[in-house]
């Protein structure tokens, strides 16, 4: 299977080169690679593969054996950077941690919620990229301040990290004291790359290189927002293919997701318990912990159909307890945890559904959009669907809904002039 290399450490002491590879499939495993060795190993997320990459005692045997003969300590660097490997969130992560135990854990969620964007687009904390989390904030309709205030924090976080002692030795620690050449660098050199990197990160985090532009709108254009109707959300959910697993699995996510209205990041933490639990004598979806931190439940009501896929979906795959929702091998071997995130947005992006007579790829959030314009439409009470959705503020879930339709607005006739 052809995979893309997102990631290649080694060891200057053995000369072991570890790889990281994601494979092109939605569901595909990440991979470990030794190409000294020729071994590989299966992950069923990003996250553990890059900690075994960084992971000196998790490297392959052949690599261990070489530095044990040579009293050596695998020291893992980026060939391509060439910074010594640590966990991909580094200082951030310790200082979210450090922010979270002292009781401000508004900071250490938007760091740790940053740092999940770093993990899933492949990033690394070192090379900051607000540009690209500020894009993806904005489409998950994050209002604009609230955009601009998750990026001062951290924005701040990373300023804290290059004026304390301990947070300017972790950045000292990720200069490379050995050229390619495999001569050690002069003190002068090191500290040269030293005031370089706190140049460049300075300017990454420059508030003129990631700026936050307000316009208000009044109307949205119909293809803005993507709100399927019903006979095109059933379309979509009929789309893959219900002979194979991954295509039951597939239109069990879309069913579940069109029928809630849950987030792409609720969806994916959903168990087997949370799947009928009572709620006011009606059976309901538990929501165990929503955008922040918010548990609720969603009651099915006549979309409680969507539970006969999920069923199925999960008998077919064995599943009894646990995630809902997993990877399944081109093997059909079904991994074991949860989906991440992205994995559900190339899911949902790879069934292309017919919109207003254009083929569209459609989004987690565009799904949501359309479980609040359809559940409208039908009639259900806008608190009730501000509550279905999780929103704090009812303008969230008016702005889901959308604009009116032009037939709703259309101007009715007071008056005529007619010209002879």
């Not at 979270?100 to 969620?109: E, V």
């Not at 069990?252 to 799947?275: F, K, P, Q």
């Not at 889901?400 to 607005?409: E, K, N, Q, S, V």
Request: glycine share 8%.
């Amino acid at each position: 299977m052809t995979q893309d290399i997102i990631q290649t450490r080694t060891a200057k002491q053995t000369g072991t080169e570890i790889r990281v590879l994601r494979p092109h499939d939605a569901d595909g495993a990440w991979t470990t690679e030794c190409l000294t060795h020729q071994t590989q190993a299966a992950h069923a997320t990003r996250r553990e593969a890059v900690a075994q990459a960084a992971n000196p005692g998790a490297w392959c045997d052949g690599c261990q054996r070489v530095a044990a003969a040579r009293g050596n300590h695998i020291q893992p660097v980026h060939t391509l950077t060439g910074h010594v490997a640590e966990p991909s969130g580094g200082p951030l992560a310790v200082y979210a941690n450090n922010q979270r135990n002292a009781g401000k854990t508004a900071i250490a969620s938007r760091i740790e919620l940053y740092l999940r964007y770093l993990d899933d687009s492949g990033g690394a904390w070192l090379q900051p990229d607000l540009d690209g989390w500020r894009d993806q904030l904005v489409e998950e309709d994050k209002a604009a301040a609230t955009i601009k205030a998750y990026l001062s924090t951290v924005r701040s976080a990373y300023e804290r990290i290059m004026a304390l002692p301990a947070g300017r030795d972790a950045l000292l620690q990720t200069i490379p004291r050995y050229r390619p050449d495999g001569t050690r660098r002069a003190e002068a050199d090191i500290l040269a790359l030293f005031n370089e990197h706190i140049a460049r990160l300075r300017g990454a985090i420059d508030p003129m290189n990631t700026r936050v532009d307000v316009t208000v709108v009044q109307d949205h254009a119909d293809a803005e927002h993507i709100r399927l109707t019903p006979d095109e959300a059933q379309a979509l959910v009929i789309a893959p293919d219900p002979a194979a697993l991954r295509g039951q699995r597939d239109m069990a996510l879309l069913a579940l997701m069109l029928a809630t209205g849950v987030r792409e990041g609720e969806v994916v933490n959903v168990i087997v318990d949370d799947l009928r639990q009572q709620f006011g004598g009606q059976i309901a979806l538990r929501v165990r912990r929503g955008k922040g931190a918010k548990r609720r439940l969603i009651p099915y009501g006549d979309m409680a159909w969507c539970l006969d896929l999920v069923d199925r979906w999960l008998a077919a795959a064995g599943i009894t307890e646990g995630a809902v929702f997993r990877g399944v091998t081109a093997a059909d071997t079904v991994l074991p945890g949860p989906m991440s995130v992205r994995t559900v947005e190339r899911i949902i992006a790879s069934y292309p559904v017919r919109v207003a007579g254009e083929v569209r790829a459609v989004r987690p959030h565009d799904l949501r959009r359309s479980y609040a314009r359809m559940q409208f439409d039908a009639g259900i009470d806008l608190m009730a669907l501000q509550q279905n959705l999780g929103h704090v503020n009812i303008r969230t879930t008016q702005l889901y809904i959308g604009d009116l339709d032009a037939a709703r607005r259309r101007s009715r006739g007071t008056f005529r002039v007619e010209l002879a």
